[in-house]
T-cell receptor, first 115, second 113 residues
Framework: DAGVIQSPRHEVTEMGQEVTLRCKPI?????LFWYRQTMMRGLELLIY????????DSGMPEDRFSAKMPNASFSTLKIQPSEPRDSAVYFC?????????????FGDGTRLSIL | SQQGEEDPQALSIQEGENATMNCSYK?????LQWYRQNSGRGLVHLIL?????REKHSGRLRVTLDTSKKSSSLLITASRAADTASYFC?????????????FGEGTQLTVNP
């Protein structure tokens, strides 16, 4: 089975540019999570969706960040405008039906560098 | 502050030795999960222990949970160089904002051949 697929794997762009990260969850999974990982702050939950509906976006740093899940097989995380402090590894994870007692499956992340 | 905190932050052992990592947390939980992360990769789920369980095994992994002390430990027996990775505990709890995991800062394990 294909795992969670994220693209791009690496992104380098200049500050002020719009950045779009993409995620394809595992087929049949109904929850999707976006995380950010940095050395300073560790792994932080940004937002999560259940059945394509955003449930908790309290971790989204500010209005420059937005996430969408137009259907069960695709999600995007957008940063506009980007800033150097947004540099991090962004992970997407999905989880099957059964909720909290199911493990999360992570993609290999997008390493984002904002110059 | 972090819900889950691992101890130690870093651990270096020889191949064949056992590795023990600890995790403490602050609030009541539904379950506790352990994940491994190899360099440059995403997290991989290892084992889940529910709040009403005390011990669980999976291959060379043994996890314990003490809800009275709000702590868990992960034991890797007969370690191998391939076990070199970061290990994270994550606590699962359901709140008003649905169900989510909160990750600790991780333990970096190095297994020397």
């Amino acid at each position: 089975d294909a795992g969670v697929i994220q693209s791009p794997r690496h992104e380098v762009t200049e500050m002020g540019q719009e950045v779009t990260l993409r995620c394809k969850p595992i087929s049949g999974h109904n929850s999707l999570f976006w995380y950010r990982q940095t050395m300073m702050r560790g792994l932080e939950l940004l937002i999560y969706f259940n059945n394509n509906v955003p449930i908790d976006d309290s971790g989204m740093p500010e209005d420059r960040f937005s996430a969408k899940m137009p259907n069960a097989s695709f999600s995007t995380l957008k940063i506009q405008p980007s800033e150097p402090r947004d540099s991090a590894v962004y992970f997407c994870a999905s989880r099957g039906t059964g909720g909290l007692n199911q493990p999360q499956h992570f993609g290999d992340g997008t390493r984002l560098s904002i110059l | 502050s972090q819900q889950g905190e691992e101890d130690p932050q870093a651990l270096s052992i020889q191949e064949g030795e056992n590795a023990t990592m600890n995790c403490s947390y602050k609030t009541s939980i539904n379950n506790l999960q352990w994940y491994r992360q190899n360099s440059g990769r995403g997290l991989v789920h290892l084992i889940l222990i529910r709040s009403n369980e005390r011990e669980k095994h999976s291959g060379r992994l043994r996890v314990t949970l003490d809800t009275s002390k709000k702590s868990s430990s992960l034991l890797i027996t007969a370690s191998r160089a391939a076990d070199t990775a970061s290990y994270f505990c994550a606590t699962a709890l359901t709140g008003t904002s649905g169900s989510r995991l909160t990750f600790g800062e991780g333990t970096q394990l190095t297994v020397n051949p």
